[in-house]
């Protein structure tokens, strides 16, 4: 049973959450969160290359710039004995900073801590997966959520609920891969406020 204190930890860690997924948000780094997500949940293995170069000017101000290798994504689909999977470069992991650690880095002058894992991942992992597959050209952002998506509902309802077994690696010629294990569900329209369900 939880004392006291604990509960209010654990609701002052609630009540955080969404204001850390709004900051990261404002900064376009965040999925969009989607209303209900019932019905069948997938299993899905997910791996990225978040590796970026660091530079630091005279004031301690850092910098992250991608490679070309910098969001190269591989996602595998399983439900029961159907398996789907794809390969894409994610404009969207480009576009975000990553430490070496995979996290989101620390903001602020001088900036705070960089993000732990699990946090990094609840922000900006979590919701519609559109963002994390769409390419510059819409028919080939339709084919990829049509590869992965359509054999188990509809493709611009799938979203990442929860991610476990986070692991951030340093492989072969010094990049940084962020691996993890998602939970997809699809989710029910309509839209409610400002999250989309299409």
Known sequence: MLR?????ALSALVLAIPLLVASDGQAG????????TPGISLTATIVIDVTQTVTT?????KTYHSDAGTGLTSIMVQKASMVT???????????????????????????????????TALIRLTGL?????????????ENLLNALFAPFGVPHRA??????????????????VLSFTAVIQFCVPPSVGN???I
């Open 4 to 8: 006291p204190s604990g509960i209010v």
């Open 29 to 36: 780094s965040a999925l969009v969160p989607p209303t209900k």
């Open 57 to 61: 000017d005279s004031l301690g101000n």
């Open 85 to 119: 999977a794809a390969i894409f470069s994610s404009s969207y992991i480009q576009g975000a900073a990553w430490t070496a650690g995979c996290t989101k880095p620390g903001t602020g002058t001088p900036p705070g801590p960089d993000l732990d894992l699990a946090t």
């Open 129 to 141: 997966i559109d963002t994390l597959v769409a390419q510059s050209d819409q028919t080939a952002t």
């Open 159 to 176: 979203a990442i609920i929860t991610q476990n077994y986070l692991t951030c690696t340093q492989v072969t010629g010094g990049r940084n």
């Open 195 to 197: 999250k989309i369900c």
